[in-house]
């Protein structure tokens, strides 16, 4: 079994910056690839990013390739996603998973997910 607890979400104002962290719990916690998904209002859930622990492996969806930069930091646990430039587009409920799909964009590869850290870009 694998925990997340996501934080860092907040109201910020359209070209700011925020961090959302994920923390993870679990005896075997470093054997998934870790991946930032989003849901918007009225809108399906999609992938942002993912990597692997080591750090050596690192996906984007390619709208936001460039302003999102995902990282992680094993010693704590956590897998943070650094989100510039941001955009009134960007609001939405996000979301940290664990998994080991074949295609990291996947939502059914991913088998933990965190409850969801609220972000909102006012314009």
């Known amino acids: 079994q694998v925990q997340l607890v996501e934080s860092g979400g907040g109201l910020v104002q359209a070209g700011g910056s925020l961090r959302l962290s994920c923390v993870a719990s679990?005896?075997?916690?470093?054997?998934?690839?870790m991946g930032w998904f989003r849901q918007a209002p009225g809108k399906e859930r999609e992938f942002v990013a993912a990597a692997t622990w080591s750090g050596d492996a690192t996906y984007y969806t390619d709208s936001m390739k460039g302003r999102f930069t995902i990282s992680s930091d094993n010693a704590k646990r956590t897998v943070y996603l650094q989100m510039n430039s941001l955009k009134p587009e960007d609001t939405a409920v996000y979301y940290c998973a664990a998994g080991n799909g074949v295609i990291p964009g996947i939502e059914l590869g991913y088998d933990y997910w965190g409850q969801g850290t609220q972000v909102t870009v006012s314009s």
């Open positions: 679990g005896r075997t916690f470093s054997n998934y690839r």
